[in-house]
């Protein structure tokens, strides 16, 4: 019998490909093993998934495995298995599937050119040599840094500040020597001066009881109340069991001065995987975690995906974070992913956030998650002072109220600094003539185009369109345009116009895009003057501002009002963590909300009792009309050239499926509320059922029956389990 094996294959279809493996190879097959194989007229690079198989089809027909690219399965048996199940679960083509799980470098046949790094430990007989004279300080604490570290590559310690002369000293005289094999690092816990507070240690404790088992945990706490610092403490217990973690971080909260807090906290131990990274420097991070030569992965969404030698605790920061869910092609939840590996590891996963999602508050209430809480402030800070200001008929100055802009010059007055929130960029929002009514529209999208000033454009900010911002109306020759609504770009002009003495700094996607501006703008507050901080949602996440004692938040109506059912959630979610940027110890925060809607229920609960009881009211509603994360959802979608051609299709699939019953519906085609999207018209499918099992079955029909339809030439289609958006 000739030996068959399965081979995920990058490409579009959702299954695997079955090839002979032949003799010539010289092994045998392994699972995990990366392999080149012909497919059609290319040679593509696969993952081997499956052996022993079974196949009808007559071996002189199949084609076989042209050669083995690796010595050693590059992905160990857990993953492949954990991948398989992905691809199922969301209905996405395995191969893609397997070829993102791995490093870019790793999807390509030629081997990575990565030299390996040279590691250095203490020599064996280091004690007995006589010790650096005394006046060599840095070479004592390097001895010092490695015997704590276990071993450092010459990278590592240049960037922890020491020259190659003194680490060259080491080496010559003999206190050094290479590394061959993983050394353990001495793993001191309370290697800090703070003394955790009850709830902390409450964490902490149940985090390390659970070592060694399957235990799922939220830990819910305020921004500043000491979370990370649960994480350390409980790192640092696992790692004294001899064991790996796996800490998920928010693109944009993996801040250098997060990793620093990790990094002298765990000196040696920790790498991490995140796009700022080239290929080559991810590839290393993540050969260093799957041999074990480092054991804490601090990454963001694809380091789910990363090979453990000894998995012993997964954490997931700021768990409610949409960026865990990737939002194009694979849309996989990297949450949800990690909870699925601590499963198959068999060891605790902790989320954590000041603003649990509901899927994982509904968790909590069902018993699947067991709740931590930490109610104070680590290091005695009060809370905010939340207000919320009605601005129904009041005269705004750009957007801005009289008493949020008297609040701001006390503040200022004072010594502190204002933060001002608005999720809008660029100058207006709208462009109008006031002689005709002309809008500025996008010739792509159902979208009013977003004037910028400073770069004299219009732009559309759903498909990126750019037009010279025009002097007169391109309709009635009018000279009269007004800029409708304020963006940041707006209020950084005008909050420059009314306090002319201090700096306004502006943060949003604009200013920020070259690379080390976001941190040489953050520096920049961090260093304490009077100063307005004006930005987009990139001020809610990562960065803590001691100074800011005043944090306006000029417009979240829009989220109350939206048409997807998520919407009140993230509003809140946002609301609440820019709130929290503010205010330190000795130095408490007021926040100001401007709204149109200062009866909305929602918001009350929010602003006089805070996010849990707002979440669980949000949640009670959810229940109240069955939607997730009380059942489960799907998003089937499709774009076309034209409305009909993408409708027809989602129907043609909506029509193989079971009609909706008690356990299950479904609704659609519906078209997007902003159908036309960069030329394209959108419109979608949405699954819910009572059950899982119940979603999947009919998800794999529609799979099947959407891959079988004749399609125009224009349409794209895809499947969404678990989406958090509709459209
Ligand atoms: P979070 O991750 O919840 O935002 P952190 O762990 O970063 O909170 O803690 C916020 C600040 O409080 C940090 O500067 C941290 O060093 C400090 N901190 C944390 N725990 C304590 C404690 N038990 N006593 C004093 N300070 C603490
Ligand atoms: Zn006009
Ligand atoms: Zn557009």
């Given at each position: 019998?000739?030996?068959?094996?399965?081979?995920?294959?990058?490409?579009?279809?959702?299954?695997?490909?079955?090839?002979?493996?032949?003799?010539?190879?010289?092994?045998?097959?392994?699972?995990?093993?990366?392999?080149?194989?012909?497919?059609?007229?290319?040679?593509?690079?696969?993952?081997?998934?499956?052996?022993?198989?079974?196949?009808?089809?007559?071996?002189?027909?199949?084609?076989?495995?042209?050669?083995?690219?690796?010595?050693?399965?590059?992905?160990?048996?857990?993953?492949?298995?954990?991948?398989?199940?992905?691809?199922?679960?969301?209905?996405?083509?395995?191969?893609?599937?397997?070829?993102?799980?791995?490093?870019?470098?790793?999807?390509?046949?030629?081997?990575?050119?990565?030299?390996?790094?040279?590691?250095?430990?203490?020599?064996?007989?280091?004690?007995?040599?006589?010790?650096?004279?005394?006046?060599?300080?840095?070479?004592?604490?390097?001895?010092?840094?490695?015997?704590?570290?276990?071993?450092?590559?010459?990278?590592?310690?240049?960037?922890?500040?020491?020259?190659?002369?003194?680490?060259?000293?080491?080496?010559?005289?003999?206190?050094?020597?290479?590394?061959?094999?993983?050394?353990?690092?001495?793993?001191?816990?309370?290697?800090?001066?703070?003394?955790?507070?009850?709830?902390?240690?409450?964490?902490?404790?149940?985090?390390?009881?659970?070592?060694?088992?399957?235990?799922?945990?939220?830990?819910?706490?305020?921004?500043?109340?000491?979370?990370?610092?649960?994480?350390?403490?409980?790192?640092?217990?696992?790692?004294?069991?001899?064991?790996?973690?796996?800490?998920?971080?928010?693109e944009i909260?993996?801040?250098?001065?997060?990793?620093?807090?990790?990094?002298?906290?765990?000196?040696?131990?920790?790498?991490?995987?995140?796009s700022?990274?080239?290929?080559?420097?991810?590839?290393?991070?993540?050969?260093?975690?799957?041999?074990?030569?480092?054991?804490?992965?601090?990454?963001?969404?694809?380091?789910?995906?990363?090979?453990?030698?000894?998995?012993?605790?997964?954490?997931?920061?700021?768990?409610?974070?949409a960026s865990?869910?990737?939002q194009e092609?694979?849309?996989?939840?990297?949450?949800?992913?990690?909870?699925?590996?601590?499963?198959?590891?068999?060891?605790?996963?902790?989320?954590?956030?000041?603003?649990?999602?509901?899927?994982?508050?509904?968790?909590?209430?069902?018993?699947?998650?067991?709740?931590?809480?930490?109610?104070?402030?680590?290091?005695?800070?009060?809370?905010?002072?939340?207000?919320?200001?009605?601005?129904?008929?009041?005269?705004l100055d750009e957007g801005l109220?009289?008493?949020?802009?008297?609040?701001?010059?006390?503040?200022?007055?004072?010594?502190?600094?204002?933060l001002i929130f608005l999720n809008r960029r660029g100058f207006s929002p709208l462009l109008q003539c006031h002689g005709c009514g002309w809008i500025a529209n996008c010739q792509a999208c159902d979208a009013k185009m977003t004037a910028h000033f400073g770069r004299r454009e219009l732009r559309c900010h759903h498909c990126d369109a750019r037009e010279a911002l025009p002097n007169i109306c391109p309709q009635c020759h009018n000279s009269q345009l007004i800029f409708q609504g304020p963006g940041t770009e707006r209020l950084e002009l005008s909050l420059k116009r009314?306090?002319?003495?201090?700096?306004v700094i502006r943060i949003d996607r604009d200013t920020t895009s070259a690379k080390g501006s976001m941190?040489s703008l953050v520096?920049?507050?961090?260093?304490?003057?009077?100063?307005i901080l004006v930005g987009t949602q990139m001020l809610a996440k990562?960065?803590?501002?001691?100074?800011?004692?005043?944090?306006?938040i000029i417009d979240i109506d829009g989220g109350?009002f939206s048409a997807d059912?998520?919407a009140?959630?993230r509003s809140?979610?946002l609301?609440?963590?820019v709130?929290?940027?503010?205010?330190?110890?000795?130095?408490?925060?007021?926040?100001?909300?401007?709204?149109?809607?200062?009866?909305?229920?929602?918001?009350?609960?929010?602003?006089?009792?805070?996010?849990?009881?707002?979440?669980?009211?949000?949640?009670?509603?959810?229940?109240?009309?069955?939607?997730?994360?009380?059942?489960?959802?799907?998003?089937?979608r499709?774009d076309a050239s034209?409305l009909?051609?993408?409708?027809?299709?989602?129907?043609?699939?909506?029509?193989?499926?079971?009609?909706?019953?008690?356990?299950?519906?479904?609704?659609?085609?519906?078209p997007a509320p902003m159908t036309r999207k960069a030329g394209r018209f959108r419109?979608?499918?949405?699954?819910?059922?009572?059950?899982?099992?119940?979603?999947?079955?009919?998800?794999?029909?529609?799979?099947?029956?959407?891959?079988?339809?004749?399609?125009?030439?224009s349409?794209r289609?895809?499947?969404?389990?678990?989406?958090i958006d509709l459209f």
């Open positions: 019998m000739p030996k068959l094996v399965t081979v995920a294959v990058p490409c579009p279809l959702r299954r695997g490909f079955d090839y002979l493996w032949p003799e010539s190879l010289g092994r045998d097959a392994e699972i995990g093993l990366r392999v080149s194989i012909p497919f059609g007229r290319q040679q593509l690079v696969g993952v081997v998934i499956a052996l022993d198989v079974i196949c009808d089809i007559p071996s002189n027909k199949l084609k076989g495995v042209l050669k083995v690219l690796e010595e050693q399965p590059s992905l160990p048996a857990d993953l492949v298995q954990l991948g398989r199940w992905a691809a199922e679960y969301y209905h996405h083509p395995v191969g893609d599937c397997f070829a993102q799980m791995l490093p870019v470098v790793l999807r390509k046949a030629s081997p990575p050119k990565e030299r390996p790094a040279q590691y250095w430990q203490l020599s064996t007989n280091w004690e007995q040599l006589p010790q650096p004279a005394s006046r060599a300080h840095q070479q004592i604490s390097l001895l010092a840094v490695i015997r704590q570290a276990g071993q450092l590559s010459r990278r590592q310690i240049k960037d922890l500040g020491y020259s190659n002369a003194v680490l060259n000293a080491l080496i010559n005289g003999r206190y050094l020597q290479q590394a061959d094999t993983p050394v353990a690092p001495i793993i001191d816990a309370n290697n800090t001066e703070l003394a955790l507070n009850d709830e902390q240690q409450q964490a902490v404790l149940a985090v390390s009881n659970s070592l060694g088992q399957f235990a799922r945990y939220l830990l819910d706490g305020v921004t500043g109340s000491g979370k990370t610092e649960v994480y350390l403490r409980s790192i640092a217990e696992c790692l004294a069991r001899g064991e790996q973690v796996l800490t998920l971080i928010p909260g993996l801040t250098p001065q997060t990793l620093e807090r990790f990094e002298s906290r765990f000196p040696g131990q920790v790498r991490a995987l995140h700022g990274l080239s290929d080559g420097e991810r590839y290393r991070s993540w050969q260093d975690i799957s041999s074990g030569r480092a054991r804490i992965l601090l990454g963001t969404r694809s380091a789910v995906f990363t090979p453990f030698q000894k998995l012993g605790l997964v954490i997931v920061d700021e768990e409610h974070d865990y869910k990737q092609g694979w849309r996989y939840s990297a949450r949800d992913i990690a909870v699925k590996r601590a499963a198959d590891h068999n060891c605790p996963v902790v989320l954590g956030s000041a603003t649990p999602s509901l899927d994982s508050l509904h968790n909590v209430g069902q018993d699947r998650y067991q709740l931590l809480e930490l109610r104070e402030r680590a290091g005695r800070a009060s809370k905010p002072d939340i207000r919320l200001l009605d601005i129904r008929q009041q005269n109220s009289k008493t949020l802009l008297d609040a701001a010059h006390d503040t200022l007055q004072a010594g502190n600094q204002v009314h306090f002319p003495e201090v700096d941190q520096d920049g507050i961090r260093d304490g003057r009077p100063s990562g960065h803590h501002f001691p100074d800011v004692t005043l944090v306006g109350l059912f998520r009140p959630e809140g979610q609301l609440v963590q709130a929290g940027r503010a205010g330190r110890a000795d130095k408490p925060g007021r926040v100001y909300i401007q709204t149109h809607c200062p009866d909305h229920p929602a918001l009350l609960a929010l602003v006089s009792e805070g996010y849990q009881p707002f979440a669980q009211q949000l949640l009670a509603e959810r229940q109240l009309l069955n939607l997730p994360p009380v059942s489960f959802s799907a998003v089937i499709a034209s009909r051609c993408a409708e027809d299709f989602l129907a043609a699939i909506r029509a193989e499926l079971a009609p909706g019953d008690n356990h299950w519906s479904i609704v659609g085609p519906l419109a979608a499918l949405i699954l819910q059922a009572e059950r899982r099992p119940i979603l999947h079955r009919q998800l794999a029909t529609a799979c099947r029956t959407g891959d079988q339809l004749p399609k125009h030439k349409l289609w895809s499947v969404d389990v678990d989406p």
